[in-house]
């Protein structure tokens, strides 16, 4: 069965500076790859997916992640953060049974922006 | 084009009690599936449906059952309710079930 392991539970930044949530998965085949992220009180939005192909995926709000099969990592990176960044992030790991596509997510890793 | 919607936003239950939630997917997306969130953790497959058959349930007891309906819309149902349950529970859709799934704002539910 797969995992999902986001090693940190708090992240404190800076506004303006560099940001990186780690993720570690564990999964036997090719792994579809996905972070999320929560406000308050609000669903999930995604913020970007690997299936396939490029290693280095581009998602929406200047965030990027970089999946990396031999350390089974797929970290989540940000240049510089806004204040508005701060929220709970989820990394997932979807794994094919049957015939349905099912993600399994991590505990979260909450992102704290001082200003 | 509207997301996924669900309703409603927030339930108050007491234990023994059922409860419905009502889930409407994205337009022209034909699976629907069910999560649980507790607080401080991620969110916790409950069940897929895609053109209204289940295509997968995660490990939760025969209290949580579920359907899809021709237009595409599930409800998520849950009998003999626990303290437990108190959770929020996210919907999200998809075109397929195989594919990305875009949530829904959740249900918040709470059982005293």
């Known amino acids: 069965a797969q995992s999902v392991t986001q090693p940190d539970i708090h992240i404190t930044v800076s506004e303006g500076a560099s940001l990186e949530l780690r993720c570690n998965y564990s999964?036997?085949?090719?792994?579809?790859l996905f972070w999320y992220v929560q406000s308050p009180g609000q669903g999930l939005q995604l913020l970007l997916k690997y299936f396939s192909g490029d290693t280095l995926v581009q998602g929406i709000k200047g965030f990027e992640a970089e999946f990396k099969r031999s350390q089974s990592s797929f970290n989540l990176r940000k240049p510089s953060v806004h204040w508005s960044d701060a929220a709970e992030y989820f990394c997932a790991v979807g794994a094919r049974t049957g015939g349905s596509y099912i993600p399994t997510f991590g505990r979260g890793t909450s992102l704290i922006v001082h200003p | 084009d509207a997301g996924v919607t669900q309703s409603p936003t927030h339930l108050i239950k007491t234990r023994g009690q059922h409860v419905t939630l009502r889930c409407s997917p994205i337009?022209?997306?034909?699976?629907v599936s069910w999560y649980q969130q507790v607080l401080g953790q991620g969110p916790q497959f409950i069940f897929q449906y895609y053109e209204k058959e289940e295509r997968g349930r995660g490990n939760f007891p025969d209290r949580f059952s579920a359907r899809q309906f021709p237009n595409y819309s599930s409800e998520l149902n849950v009998n003999a309710l626990l303290l437990g349950d108190s959770a929020l529970y996210l919907c999200?859709?998809?075109?397929?079930?195989?594919?990305?799934?875009?949530f829904g704002p959740g249900t918040r539910l709470t059982v005293l």
């Open positions: 337009s022209g997306h034909k699976s």
């Open positions: 999964y036997g085949a090719t792994p579809y």
């Open positions: 999200a859709s998809s075109l397929t079930g195989l594919d990305t799934q875009y």
